[in-house]
């Protein structure tokens, strides 16, 4: 997954390697556990170049421990096959080339059973190097095991939205899990809370791990807005398709409007209207959409085209961050094991976090003083910084350890698969 | 598989119904003894729009005895599954509308199970219905059956093609089975079998199954022509490469030239150079060339090319047929479990059967007189009847029971995943 | 243009370069009378990558006598341009590499006035080459300069269809003339002529020109046949369309339902329908469709599908030679200046030559004992021999000089701007 | 051309027709002026989905006074050929489904002439409308005129791009003017000016013209940065080169990297090296490189790998804008007739304006508060604010009187054919 990465900052002369155990652990034992329900044939799948195969994730971010972890530090080391660096590189050109990301689903081997025992392996190793890391590099271990768990953390939530995509091509509509249960209703009220002008701080402050895309820390003058307490629903969403809005070239942009004359484009993607119901294929299989839920799974394309039928615009990203910065962590995630945006109640400013990310006004670009990390992740995330819109605020398929205010996710205008949405900002 | 369907010729009185329904078993299993040896990973791949996934193969067979024999003929027979006939359908759009060819590999699911439980379900539908035929349709029964096993043995031929081509795909050069023996070799014996002019006959005659594209037993004027008495060997075509054969324009025809320039074409498919030697990707991993082994794996504009270069020309269907017409049934097939060509000895006519597909000069055209057969049926061999070429004789993977002179296999100019090669004619 | 090349047959003792001057003139000028009523903004133009500017077409045969003739044989003969052996060598790859096909629409430059000085100036060389030829080289001097008049006559045909494209592109419906008669009318009568089984020769016989693919003459053995007096016509083709012929999929080759579902095709090239009624725009701009006159521009898939609709299907290019063989030259040619095929009267066999191109069911093919001109010139033709079709008889834009009962034209199946129509048959 | 439009800010009461009378007539005289060099055979060609014929150029702008000047407010007013309004209809879809953009290239008519009488009859409209404006409507007029002039203003630099990519594309390499000099040399001096942290004032200000998308004025904060006194000079960037910029992965965004792999770029556009010389085709054919003329001709991907290996920073449009709030309107522009980027002299801040647009690291997104004009001219800026880098200055081909402090022009990031370099900036 092509997200940003640390910058190297001051650590505690204690590390907690035992903690860090657990965590990982933990982490990678989650991994695995949104596998479970999967047949080794599905996870071979690659439904469109930019999903990949569930086997291939699962081996990828063991790659990533193995390569900048085990191999640099664990002396002894041996990786089980050595053409698993070349198959599981993702885009790491300055380690080594990667082989084509639009063919890993060519790759029938190595098999489910191999790359769960390419897992073991990587995990023995990994606890043989926290069990006695040389102190010489015990500050870079630490920093790089943590990278190694907000990746695979990554990779969890892309697990989710291309197991989505995968079981929504096929016409049978098989359903991933068969025991989630429909999505909570809620209610349609919306306030507009307003925010006024002023010199505004934006990006990660603090100790704790940000991606370094997310630094450094600076100003931006921003002009007062208001912005909507919750996300646009369903229901919101339904008006739009029946005010003709996939219809109207005024309200879209000029490679929007071109964009959904060629792929036909009528809604968002996985809803289909079935004797004039229109239901959603989720990961439970075909299900009723719940009006009261956020809207999900549009294109920046289509929650701009959106906003201005509604007469208003995307907040930029750091109108969304001020926003955010001092809002509880509450939200639909990854560990509610839902798996689909839910309703909500109540005029409060909610669900800025969890549910379903949040494309903004902003491009992807670098943060003022911007600084990649040193060698090969470097490549982590800067090298992305041209054509793509900033998300924020994370899905209920995001770990919720893994999210924060000024956490910054990026994909192009076109793209849809990810559990995206939208909330409504003016100015004030 | 897009082959020609049987004519409606008279049968015999006595229908062995027993007899075939032992043949059924036979093929049946023999096309789950060729996927045995896959892990269920392997047969979800698609890894070209030529190529099925395995899986599908196991399923499409059985989709064309339920669809022929068992709804029309078996009352009460039930399919598992209302989708399989949408998903299993390969190209017969009478019948309804075929799942698009290009997305098999989207589909995960049925799963290799399910399939191997559809295969099943449609054999105990078989036994029923051979164990007692409806005797107002018992005629009709056998001539489907019968198509329908020679439609499966085709399909025998097509799995060991596309499990090639997958297992090739893959970077770690996996393979299929490892305890498939070497080529037998050869010597380089080539004889010239001369032909006299005269008016002969073509096409298939007598009682036995054949295709309708093999028919009507019709008569053509030959002129004198010459064949050799063997395929051209990989010996001989590292010759046409040394020579800078794929480097010379004036060797190939105008299309074949754009292709290999636009593909960067340099020797046959799954040919490799390591460290200065020719190998080859077979189903047994990678392997050294058998110089005189039969050449495989080319086009029509690389047969056609090495011709030319040879100063001779490819036989027409014709021509081959007259040549084969009183020769025994002795090559390389599928029973012989070599799955490999293999090289011969002696200056006979040899090897005109079995071991490699051999490109003739001859379009694929209907005869003086084709009739497709009726109704759905007829969509089988007719609508394939432009832009092809015929080859004779088939492979190391044909069933030997499957083969004769008359039968007439066809593939696009451009395709070299079956198991092709040449023999060389000239005017006498 | 691609076709096929002269054998290099005795020549008479006495060679009137006399008379080949004058025909010289005359062929050239026909060229320029084409292009006359032509802007130079016409003349850039390539409305498909098949289509080339007529500017290209003019420049292109003065470059074949000036390779093939001035170059050779005419000491001290200059090119007025080094670029021009690039620019507008068509395909001709032993020769040099040419300037890419799909690029000449890109090419502003030379001018038109400067393709028309280029003429002058080969035209001056030819006049000086023709006066005195060397004696060594008289008859090869002869033999090319016969190929390179035929040539030039191809690319008047050539002209005239390409020119009839970049005007139906364009919105404004602009007419190349307005001076062009409407087509006669005719009547609907057919009979079905039937023709013996027997040994036939097919292929060009004496000393007249013929191209190289025309021979040798051979021997060939046709069943017995039925040819309809008369192309099909608009009015029949009407009643195939009305008939949802364009919605059957099973009257059609799969490559051709494939083709036209892609394409949206629902008539002839040309067609459109205006407040109900059918118009064809032509060379005159938009005219209704003459019912009578024999329907024109549809590819091989259309012509075979309103075969297969007829209950008929196309004559194979041997029986159509059979047929035409002793038949008067007599029809619509370039030299009538309709420029449109027109409708006929009668019951009797009628125009087989001239009017519209006939689909044959043949695959363009070497005939046996086939031998390509020698050098460069040996591109001429038989490098095309693959995936072709054949057709016959000349149209409205064919020289009539040009044509002759063994003349082999070729087109692929999917191609349908050349003025190509069809004539049906049967088994006897 | 897609740019923005003019907002409707208040005017003088005294409207000055008779000096806009004057205005439009030097701006339109000032187009044709450009095209006079070319042929008619020039004017038709289309060398790239992106560039438009000169011809349509000439056409569209005078569609631009008919649609929104002429058709609305001179009563009578008939336009010569409805076919217009769908031709040379850019892309304003509220107005009407324009013509596909893509095959600009296919129309041969209307001509050259025709097009310049569409001129004459759209400037005599134009002369009678501003001779005496209906007073109701004088204001709009005057803004809609002053729109007017601006578009065509900027199609006089879309014409000289794409007169230079069109005949760049010619083997033969024609000069569009041979009367061009040599550009100016320079030297090679470099300052870095600094600019100190603080909240400044973007966008334009005051009453004179200005695009809709560089309002309103509003507030950011900047941090301290530092800027290069002059652009990257063909010389740099050859140090660039040969440090093998074109070859290193880890300068390069992966979109960027992607793109130059695929393209085989290795030098800016219109750079060919010939015996191991470096050449430039320019708008007066093949010319060496001068050392000291700003780099142009390169994508925004190149100016961000060229800025990395530079260690450096391309400069944000605000740090553009607030560098250039205060400096003349000095460079090179269309009026010095020189039409290529010349070198300049000394240390002081300059060639901020004119000689080639710099790409900034700034998407072009709206400015907060941003609103598009009313109706069809609403589409002018604001449909194109997505996927696009921002440029500023202005460049050689650039009119004068078009640039300032405030303008944004925006190209998506691969494009190259506009006169597009770069200037460095970093963190202070």
Not at 310 to 332: F, I, K, M, N, S
Not at 397 to 411: C, D, G, K, L, V
Request: charged share 20%; hydrophobic share 40%.
């Amino acid at each position: 997954m092509r997200r940003p990465a640390q910058t190297s900052q001051p650590l505690p002369a204690l590390l907690c390697f035992e903690h860090l155990q657990q965590r990982y652990r933990q982490v990678r034992s989650c991994s695995e556990a949104i596998c479970a329900p999967l047949l080794p044939e599905d996870c071979v799948i690659q439904s469109m170049p930019d999903v990949s195969p569930p086997k291939w994730h699962l081996a990828h971010v063991s790659w990533f421990f193995e390569t900048f972890l085990l191999l640099p530090f664990l002396p002894g080391y041996r990786t089980p096959d050595p053409h698993y660096d070349h198959l599981f590189n993702s885009y790491y050109r300055t380690h080594g080339a990667p082989y084509p990301r639009a063919q890993r689903g060519l790759l029938a081997r190595p098999s489910l059973g191999q790359v769960l025992d390419y897992r073991r392996h990587v995990d023995q190793g990994m606890g043989e190097l926290l069990a006695a890391p040389p102190p010489a590099h015990a500050g870079e271990i630490q920093r790089r095991l943590e990278l190694g768990l907000q990746h695979e953390q990554q990779h969890q939530e892309l697990l989710l939205m291309d197991i989505r995509h995968i079981f929504a091509q096929n016409p049978m509509r098989p359903a991933y899990r068969d025991d989630l249960k429909p999505p909570a209703g809620g209610d349609a009220a919306l306030q507009w809370l307003e925010f006024p002008a002023g010199l505004r701080h934006v990006g990660h402050a603090g100790d704790g791990f940000a991606f370094d895309c997310e630094r450094p820390r600076h100003r931006q003058f921003l002009e007062a807005f208001r912005l909507a307490s919750r996300p646009v629903s369903n229901l919101d969403y339904l008006t739009f398709i029946e005010d003709r809005g996939y219809q109207r070239c005024e309200l879209w942009l000029a490679d929007g409007w071109d964009l959904i004359q060629r792929e036909g484009w009528q809604a968002p993607l996985y809803w289909t209207r079935i004797d004039n119901q229109w239901q959603e294929m989720t990961l439970a299989g075909l299900r009723p959409l719940e009006p009261h839920a956020p809207v999900c799974h549009i294109s920046f394309f289509e929650a701009d085209a959106y906003a201005r039928w509604a007469g208003a615009r995307l907040p930029t990203e750091a109108e969304w961050e001020v926003a955010a910065a001092d809002q509880p962590l509450r939200g639909t995630f990854l560990e509610s094991d839902l798996l689909q945006p839910q309703g909500g109640r109540g005029n409060a400013l909610r669900q800025l976090f969890g549910d379903v990310w949040e494309w903004t006004a902003s491009a992807y670009r670098p943060y003022p003083g911007f600084a990649p990390l040193e060698g090969s992740l470097g490549e982590y995330n800067g090298k992305f910084m041209s054509g793509q819109m900033v998300l924020r605020g994370g899905c209920c398929a995001t770990p919720e350890e893994h999210i924060r205010a000024s956490y910054r996710n990026f994909f192009y205008p076109h793209m849809r698969w990810q559990f995206a949405g939208l909330r409504l900002a003016t100015e004030a």
